[in-house]
T-cell receptor
Framework: EVRVVESGGGLVQPGESLRLSCSAS????????MHWVRQAPGKGLEYVSA????????FYADSVKGRFITSRDNTRNTLYLQMSGLRADDTAVYYC?????????????????WGQGTLISVSS | DIQMTQSPSSVSASVGDRVTITCRAS??????LDWYQQKPGKAPKLLIF???KLQSGVPSRFSGTGSGTDFIFTINSLQPEDSATYYC?????????FGGGTKVEIK
């Protein structure tokens, strides 16, 4: 059974940093791209970042570029999102998502399995 | 970025009805269009991928069609458990982008 479980959320002040973790199981982690998607309270879904299976290729939405870094440890089947310079508009539930295909990175990306999400609140 | 326009934003229907949601992309995305269901307080769930392919374990009353820029998602014979928000998402190019969502309510 595929599982992805996020952790590390919480309340932080503007400008602070936070690292999210996503633990995966039930599939060969290194063979799949992984994604981060967020959802502000009461709002729709916003794409944040992607990382290839080998960890060599990344993508970041303009809204987080230069502030967020996605990485992975394939020996631990874990994905990370290092967030710095947090702002109030980063407040959201952050989802870790497994890609459906072992496709070439960035070609086709269907978001197959989603974690339960972890809430980040940025407020003074 | 590819903009995804989804309509309607909400719909209310009775059990057994057919519900249709449309999604339009701002540029051609071939068949790289996915549909998700999200219930309150839960993560989204993949229902349809590549415009018309049913994800494993998803009931056959859910279906999708379309290609290019225009896509349709249908729930045949609406069930009480289908009350949720549904999102389309283009899967062909980064950044992946989502429609604004359609809230489906049961009368």
């Amino acid at each position: 059974e595929v599982r992805v479980v996020e952790s590390g959320g919480g309340l932080v002040q503007p400008g602070e940093s936070l690292r999210l973790s996503c633990s995966a199981s039930g599939f060969i982690f290194s063979e799949y791209a992984m994604h981060w998607v967020r959802q502000a309270p009461g709002k729709g879904l916003e794409y944040v970042s992607a990382l290839s299976g080998g960890g060599d290729d990344t993508f970041y939405a303009d809204s987080v570029k230069g502030r967020f870094i996605t990485s992975r440890d394939n020996t631990r089947n874990t994905l990370y999102l290092q967030m710095s310079g947090l702002r109030a508009d980063d407040t959201a539930v952050y989802y870790c998502v497994k890609d459906k295909e072992r496709a070439i990175f960035g070609v086709i990306s269907t978001l197959e399995y989603w974690g339960q999400g972890t809430l980040i609140s940025v407020s003074s | 970025d590819i903009q995804m326009t989804q309509s309607p934003s909400s719909v209310s229907a009775s059990v057994g009805d057919r519900v249709t949601i449309t999604c339009r992309a701002s540029q051609v995305i071939y068949s790289w269009l996915d549909w998700y269901q999200q219930k309150p307080g839960k993560a989204p769930k993949l229902l349809i991928f590549h415009a018309s392919k049913l994800q494993s374990g998803v009931p056959s009353r859910f279906s999708g069609t379309g290609s290019g820029t225009d896509f349709i998602f249908t729930i045949n014979s609406l069930q009480p458990e289908d009350s949720a928000t549904y999102y389309c998402q283009q899967a062909g190019r980064f950044p992946l982008t989502f429609g604004g969502g359609t809230k489906v309510e049961i009368k």
